[in-house]
């Protein structure tokens, strides 16, 4: 919606500069269009760099976890790159595959041990604060951006963490 107000404002300040004759008309209607591109232009530029018009929202999704082959192979964690970067993969108790973490920059990761075997994803999103914010800013992008993402896996001492060198 911003962008077809920027266009439209764009429109209209470039037919007064061109077409209008000069007078009072002309310079309101400049100076208005003007000042609708310049505040258009400015809650872009914070929208974008600050999350104007969005807040952050966290929502939490605890599963029960199952072995992953074996009663004693609960988990198996795969290295990336220099070793910093780590793929969990594990099991849910009510899938039939096998699922794993994501490995970006915003995912954390913690393993302990501890009774029940379960999984804890926290993931916080940016969301728009309320309808209007959504109509300038969202431009038919119905995807929120994720901010963090953590899993908290809790294992039992019996079970086994697999690790695996690529």
């Known amino acids: 919606m911003i962008i077809v107000l920027l266009i439209l404002a764009t429109f209209v300040f470039a037919g007064a500069m061109i077409f209008a004759r000069a007078g009072r008309t002309r310079v309101l209607t400049t100076l208005i269009s003007g000042l609708i591109i310049a505040g258009g232009l400015g809650a872009l530029i914070l929208n974008d760099n600050y999350h104007w018009g969005m807040h952050q929202v966290t929502q939490t999704q605890i599963q029960d976890l199952a072995p992953l082959q074996s009663k004693r192979a609960a988990l198996r964690v795969q290295q990336l790159g220099t070793g910093s970067e780590r793929v969990i993969a594990y099991r849910v108790a009510s899938a039939t595959k096998a699922s794993h973490t994501v ?64």
């Open 103 to 166: 490995a970006t920059t915003t995912t954390t990761t913690k393993l302990t041990t501890g009774a029940p075997a379960q999984v804890q994803i926290r993931t916080t999103t940016w969301q728009f604060k309320n309808h209007w914010a959504r109509v300038l800013f969202s431009l038919g992008n119905t995807k929120t951006k994720v901010v963090a993402r953590q899993y908290l896996f809790t294992i039992p001492k019996t079970w086994q963490v697999l690790t695996v060198r690529s």
